[in-house]
């Protein structure tokens, strides 16, 4: 079996008294499109951060593809494409400049068709020598990507990569994410606050708060345990309403509005929910079951707090 992509054991990073980081444990299988959840302030930065060796962690340990980052440093982000904070680039020179000039800093690969390899794999192909300056926000982050990428890494590091992107942008982001894994056979280190971004595009994940692991395992595994909240559309809401009020599960009730109802169930629960009205003859349009990780990570954040 390969090496993890990371593992991570027993991090700390302390500010004076403040622990930013305070034990966070995680492991990043090869392949994975990893989610890297928590609030803001959680330690998501910090933590890569470390990864990135821009700070230095104050105990614990840091493995990528097998070896420690404290002694095998440069091997190891020969491998690591990232990008930890919003890209800057020069805004009167083209996209094909900046990465050239970029890449020579960085002793990448800067043939053209290097270049027009990473640009068209971040869907900038036909933009290749059009100024930065006429690109939107969301195509500022697809260069910066192809930039992450013009070493051709095994691992790439996103922290808040859509932030402050419209609901276009977002949707380019999350494919490119998806292609550079399915296609390009990259692991994806996804560092987010935004729920959907990590539940449409990654396998695994881990929400951490106050710097240490909360969960961590696969994102299905993850949405298809606990409770769901349950929507019942039915002309016949107060009646309906009644009846459930009436039965052992009307604590789980969480509202009631023109046309729908809404509880909270086991899975196993909706069955009988389900008999419970239609034997009283409740008219039921439709019963749509939802496991949204951000419900998820809400109980599980304010339960730690």
């Not at 980081?21 to 299988?29: A, D, H, Q, W």
């Not at 990893?34 to 990864?51: D, E, H, V």
């Not at 298809?224 to 039965?247: D, P």
Request: charged share 20%; net charge neutral; aromatic share 4%.
């Amino acid at each position: 079996m390969p090496d993890p992509a990371i593992a991570i054991r027993d991090l700390h990073k302390s500010y004076g008294s403040f622990n930013a980081v305070n034990g966070l444990s995680l492991t990043v299988e090869q392949g994975d499109v990893y989610g890297f959840l928590g609030p803001n302030g959680a330690g998501k930065s910090t933590t890569i951060r470390m990864l990135m060796t821009l700070i230095r962690p104050s105990s614990g340990s840091i493995k990528v593809f097998g070896m420690d980052l404290a002694t095998h440093r440069a091997d190891i982000l020969r491998r690591i494409g990232a990008i930890v904070e919003r890209p800057d680039f020069y805004n009167y020179l083209t996209a094909r400049k900046n990465l050239e000039l970029v890449g020579r800093l960085s002793g990448a690969d800067v043939s053209k068709a290097s270049v027009d390899r990473v640009l068209g794999i971040v869907g900038l192909g036909q933009r290749t020598d059009s100024k930065v300056k006429t690109f939107s926000h969301g195509m500022k982050q697809r260069l910066g990507i192809a930039q992450a990428l013009l070493h051709n890494p095994d691992l790439i590091v996103l922290d808040e990569p859509t932030t402050g992107l419209d609901p276009q942008g977002m949707v380019d982001i999350r494919d490119l994410i998806l292609e550079l894994s399915q296609d390009h056979r990259k692991t994806v280190f996804l560092s987010s606050h935004i729920l959907p971004e990590v539940e449409l595009t990654a396998n695994r994940m881990v929400i951490i708060n106050r710097g240490k692991a909360v969960i961590e395992g696969s994102v299905q595994d993850l949405l298809n345990n606990g409770r769901l909240k349950v929507t019942i559309e039915t002309s016949e809401v107060t009646r309906a309403q009644q009846l459930l009020r009436e039965s052992s599960l009307g604590d789980k009730l969480q509202s009631v509005t023109q046309g729908e109802l809404i509880i909270m169930l086991e899975r196993h629960e909706i069955a009988g929910v389900v008999q419970l009205l239609t034997s009283n003859n409740i008219p039921l349009s439709a019963v749509t079951p939802v496991r949204s990780l951000e419900e998820y990570f809400i109980s599980l954040t304010q339960e730690v707090a």
